[in-house]
C-alpha cells in the first residue's frame, strides 16, 4: 500500500467512531483504576497499565483492519470459523480451568479467550453466506443453515460453560438476518418456537446458573451470597445522585462492598455510575450511541450485501453487550458475566471488539465504488 492510498483511506476514514472510541477507551483507563483503589496508603493493582497495553494492541489491530480491504475475509471466512472452532474445541480439552470454567488458553505465557474471536468469525461466515450474489432466501431451510452455522460455536461455548457469552450469537444472527432479507414472517414463527421452549431450557442450566436466575427475580434470596453483587451494584449506582460521589471517592468501590474481582471487569459500570451520577452515565450512553451509529451509517452506505451485514453483525454484537452489561448491574436481568466493551478489564475482549470495529472502519472507508 503506497503513501497515496494511505492518504486517501485517512481522509476516508469515520473519525468520529474513531473520537468516541478514544473517549471510551480512556474512560475505561480511568476507571479501571478507580476500581483497583483502595485507598490511598494502600497499594492498587496494575490493572489500568495492563489495560492501556491491550488498548494499544487493540488500536495496532483496529488500525491494521481498517487498512485492509474488508472483501478479503468474504474468501478468508470459513477459515477463519474453522480455526475459531478448532480453538474452542482446544480449551475444552487442554484450556486452563479458572473459577470451575475452562474458557483459557495459554499461547505463549498469554492468557486468551477463543471465545471472544470465535464471535467476529462467526459473524464473517454468517455475513458471507447471507451475502452470497444470487442466494434465494425465501426459503425456510437458509434460516435453519444460519442457525446450524451459529450453533455449533454457541454449543461449544455452553459447553466451557460461558452461557452469557455463547447467547450474544442468537440476537445478532436475527439482526443479520433481517438486514440480509430474510422473511419477517419465518423470523417470528422461530422466535416464538423459541420463546415456548426456553422454559424447557431451565433443565439444562448448572446449578449456579439456577441460582442467578433466582436471585435475579429475588435478591434477598441469598444477600450475602450469590445475591451479593446484584445489590451491591445497585446500592453503587443509586447512591451516584445527579452528579456522582466524586472521582476514586466511589465508597461501595474503595470499601470493598463491590467485590474486587469483579468491580473492573463485569462491574465497571457501577464504579462509573457511583462516581460521576446520572450526568456520567447519560455521557457514557451518549457516546455508546454515537459509536452505535457509525455502525448502523457503515451498514446504510456499504458498497455490498457483504460489507452491510458484517456491519449489522458488530453493530448488533456492541449493542447486545452493552445492553446486558448496563442492565444486570442495575438489575433488570440476571448477572451474565458479561464486560462493557472499551471499557472493562480484559485482553481478549479488547482486541476482538476493535478487530470488529475496524473491519466496520473498512466498510465505511470503501463506501464508494472505484
Known sequence: MNWARISIILKRLDWGMVFCILLLLAVGILFIYSAACRGEDVPSAPFH????LWALVGAGFFLATAFTDYRHLRDAAWWLYFVALLLLVLVLLVGKEMYGARRWLNLFGIQVQP???AKIATIVVVARFLGRPGRSLDEPVRIFQ???LVG??????VKEPDLGTAAMLIPVAFMMMFAAGV???YMLILGAVGLLLLPFGWFFLGNYQKER???FLDANRDPLGAGWNKIQSGIAVGSGGPTGKGYLKGT???LGFLPRTVAPTDFIYSVIAEETGFVGSIVLLILYALLLGSGIRAGLLARDKFGRLLAVGVTSLLFCHVFVNMAMTIGLLPITGLPLPLISYGGSFMISIMIGLGIVQSVFVRRYHE
Open 183 to 185: 422473511p419477517v414472517k
Open 146 to 148: 444460519v442457525l446450524a
Open 115 to 117: 471465545s471472544e474471536f
Open 252 to 254: 461501595q468501590n474503595v
Open 152 to 157: 455449533v460455536p454457541f454449543l461449544l461455548i
Open 49 to 52: 497499565r495492563k489495560q492501556m
Open 213 to 215: 436466575v433466582l436471585v
